[in-house]
């Protein structure tokens, strides 16, 4: 699971725009510890009540089956914009926005 939520740090840095990207990858970071400490406690919860082996991997795919549903519905930002600045000769910054 370390691996989805480093992929969910890379999608959100290209995903919102550069004023609001830490926030962003703020609150992914957010959600994905979040998640982090409900799957053992889940994990333990599912223990005590001596469920089937089957049921028991159901209950912790349907997170996942959700969160695969979410992601479908990110619109895809093709219009997006990249801002680079460029140093010019009297070393002033200018910012140049460049579409991808």
Not at 9 to 14: E, G, I, R
Not at 86 to 100: F, H, M, Q, T, W
Request: no cysteine; proline share 5%.
């Amino acid at each position: 699971m370390i691996g989805t939520q480093i992929i969910a740090y890379a999608f959100v840095s290209q995903y919102y725009p550069i004023q609001m990207r830490s926030t962003g990858i703020g609150w992914a970071s957010g959600v994905g510890r979040l998640g982090a400490i409900i799957g053992p406690m889940m994990g333990g919860f599912l223990l005590t009540m001596n469920l089937p082996l089957q049921q028991n991997f159901l209950a912790f795919a349907i997170p996942g089956i959700i969160a695969a549903f979410a992601i479908g519905f990110v619109q895809d930002r093709n219009n997006s914009k990249q801002v680079t600045e460029i140093n010019s000769g009297n070393n002033e910054p200018i910012i140049d926005i460049i579409a991808k």
